[in-house]
């Protein structure tokens, strides 16, 4: 169960961050965006890491979180970005469906979940894709639709991988895990930032440690929850974040859920309460 509930804040804290994300990006540098929330939940996670004593992992431990900085690295600039150009409701959905890659790596490393925790996967997965359908068919014709459809497949790619090496490196111990990720992502941005020189208002930096602050904590309860569950179930729970950015786009933008949208998000609902009693 504690798996369970880990899960289910790390969707909360990424859905939640995204729609913040996703309304700070239409405003300021995507580049900046993600450079000083990232960077203020890397300071937040640096003190606890640091009072908590544990020494820094090695090996294939050290690798995998350096590999899922990297990761995170591509997949918050290309989902920060789709967002910002797109419809979130259609981008975070997308971006979600790479639970599908931890799903097919816990399988073939021999995690076996009961078909009742396949079916619920199954229809988190559909929930989500539902939910990413638009009542209005003016977005499609958007002008960077296409941009941000190819940006969020991008996304799913990426940040399924960078799933995966989390739950690698959490194996030495989860906040360590996150830290190095944290590190590798935010000197890439920072790199960046320095090359592009972008400017931002000094009101936009409170919001964006919120954002950081959110991340970083949804980051860490996934690595906890990968110590303490199927990596193929704690993914899929934490890929029902569109859920919590379809829900807080229609209450705070106003945007009409579909029917559609409405089943999907049911579906995601009902798909985690099917992994959770049987997890």
């Not at 890397?42 to 899922?68: D, E, I, Q």
């Not at 002008?143 to 190819?150: K, P």
């Not at 919590?244 to 049911?266: I, M």
């Amino acid at each position: 169960m504690a798996a369970i509930l880990l899960s289910l804040l790390a969707s909360f804290g990424w859905g939640t961050g995204d729609f913040l994300a996703g309304m700070q990006a239409r405003r300021n540098p995507v580049v900046l965006v993600v450079l000083v929330s990232q960077a203020v939940g890397m300071a937040v996670l640096g003190a606890v890491v640091a009072a908590r004593g544990v020494p820094a992992p090695h090996g294939a431990a050290l690798l995998a979180g350096l590999g899922a900085g990297l990761t995170g690295f591509l997949g918050g600039a290309a989902f920060y970005r789709a967002l910002a150009v797109g419809t979130m409701s259609i981008v975070a959905p997308i971006g979600a469906t790479g639970a599908v890659i931890p799903v097919i790596v816990g399988a073939i490393d021999g995690e076996r979940p009961s078909a009742v925790q396949w079916a619920g996967m199954a229809l988190a997965l559909v929930g989500c894709i539902l939910a990413s359908r638009e009542g209005a068919a003016a977005a499609t014709v958007a002008e960077n639709w296409r941009l941000s459809i190819v940006l969020a497949v991008f996304t799913a790619v990426v940040i399924g991988a960078q799933l995966v090496l989390i739950g690698r490196s959490s194996a030495h111990d989860a906040l360590w895990a996150v830290m190095l990720a944290r590190i590798v992502s935010v000197a890439c941005f920072a790199v960046t930032a320095l090359l592009m020189r972008p400017r931002i208002a000094l009101a936009a930096v409170p919001p964006l440690a919120l954002i950081g602050l959110l991340d970083t904590t949804a980051n860490v309860a996934f690595a906890l929850a990968t110590t303490a569950g199927l990596l193929a179930v704690v993914s899929v729970i934490g890929s029902t974040f569109p859920v919590v950015t379809v829900g807080l786009a229609h209450a705070r933008l106003g945007e009409r859920l579909a029917g559609a949208q409405r089943v999907g998000v049911g579906l995601a609902l009902v798909g985690v309460l099917a992994i959770s009693l049987h997890g």
